[in-house]
């Protein structure tokens, strides 16, 4: 497996490659036929997707200088070193699947950088020098454990996906909603308990997401058509500390549902909601009344606004 992997490497320098293939090669190091010499000068695009990688080298922008694409999903890499700044022309990076703590400042420095996915780690943070990737226009960050999101990442004039799925958010950033470009805003199984008024105002925000965050109980009104899942949201009423709406005819009593609750005092008359209520239950249970004896015993019973109702 080694020679074959040196050879191939050895191809690509002889041929001047610019993409270079080696995922699933159970590699636990950087190859160092990759850095042998002067490198790999004309590489662009480097997969190494599914290896066992757990850090890259110091000197990875000296040897692949031209570097604009590099995939390094589902290795073992804990942190993005300080090198990693280094590889000014890189456009894409994919860091998904890995086991990521820390993100160094220095990732600010990929000024070129388009694609940022950093989905499935253990990030707690992201360094407020992610505000400065000017040309960002994709920024995944799903299922990590981040409480809170960097506030400067609202200079980031170009981004149009920004993807927050899955961590331990209370809050957005009000600063958030001056993203110029923002087009997708993907926010589902969080702990948002509010989302900040102006969010949506722009035009160039069309899709939001928040699904499963159970303590989200509204939204902004910019927002009101702009939301594609909102499934799961909201505290679910519990029915044992709601006083139930119920009228009783004889030995039995009916229950209204927990949604139909009484507005004023026993005095006002039928309200609306109640009314409905009222109607829908006479429908229902006329098929069970045998007869018109049990259907008058059961009308006197009741109370007289209820039969006023029920008799109209």
């Known amino acids: 497996m080694a020679s074959e992997l040196c050879k191939t490497i050895s191809v690509a320098r002889l041929e001047k490659h610019k993409n270079l293939?080696?995922?699933?090669r159970n590699l636990h190091h950087f190859?160092?036929?990759?850095?042998?010499?002067?490198?790999?000068?004309?590489?662009?695009?480097?997969?190494m997707k599914r290896n066992s990688l757990t850090t890259l080298p110091e000197n990875l922008a000296q040897?692949?200088?031209?570097?604009?694409?590099?995939?390094?999903?589902?290795?073992?890499?804990v942190v993005v070193p300080e090198a990693i700044g280094s590889l000014v022309k890189l456009q894409c990076l994919d860091l998904s699947d890995n086991a990521l703590e820390i993100v160094c400042p220095e990732i600010g420095r990929l000024r070129a950088l388009r694609h940022l996915r950093l989905a499935n780690n253990q990030l707690q943070f992201l360094p407020?020098?992610?505000?400065?990737?000017?040309?960002?226009?994709?920024l995944d960050i799903s299922t990590n454990r981040l409480l809170t999101l960097p506030e400067r990442l609202h200079m980031c004039l170009s981004l149009q996906y920004l993807t927050v799925d899955r961590n331990r958010l209370w809050f957005v950033p009000r600063?958030?909603?001056q993203l110029p470009s923002l087009n997708e805003l993907s926010m589902a199984g969080n702990r948002l308990a509010f989302l900040p008024l102006d969010l949506g105002?722009?035009?160039?925000?069309?899709?939001?997401?928040?699904?499963?965050?159970?303590?989200?109980?509204?939204?902004?009104?910019?927002?009101?058509?702009?939301?594609?899942?909102?499934?799961?949201?909201g505290a679910p009423i519990q029915v044992s500390e709601v006083?139930?709406?119920?009228?009783?005819?004889?030995?039995?009593?009916?229950?209204?549902?927990?949604?139909?609750?009484?507005i004023g005092t026993e005095h006002d008359h039928v309200l609306?909601?109640?009314?409905?209520?009222?109607?829908?239950?006479?429908?229902?249970?006329?098929?069970?009344?045998?007869?018109?004896?049990?259907?008058?015993?059961?009308?006197?019973?009741?109370?007289p606004s209820v039969c006023r109702l029920l008799t109209c």
């Open 21 to 24: 293939f080696l995922n699933y």
């Open 31 to 47: 190859p160092l036929e990759l850095l042998k010499d002067e490198g790999l000068q004309y590489l662009e695009r480097l997969y």
């Open 128 to 138: 407020p020098e992610v505000g400065d990737l000017k040309e960002l226009q994709t």
């Open 243 to 262: 006083k139930l709406l119920s009228f009783s005819s004889g030995q039995r009593t009916v229950f209204l549902p927990a949604e139909v609750k009484a």
């Open 272 to 303: 609306p909601l109640q009314e409905l209520a009222m109607r829908s239950l006479y429908h229902t249970y006329h098929s069970l009344l045998k007869g018109g004896q049990l259907l008058v015993l059961w009308l006197t019973a009741a109370p």
């Open 63 to 77: 040897k692949l200088p031209n570097l604009v694409e590099l995939y390094l999903h589902s290795n073992n890499i």
């Open 175 to 177: 600063h958030l909603c």
């Open 201 to 233: 105002r722009s035009r160039e925000l069309q899709y939001v997401y928040v699904d499963n965050n159970i303590h989200l109980k509204g939204l902004p009104s910019y927002l009101y058509n702009k939301v594609i899942g909102c499934s799961g949201c």
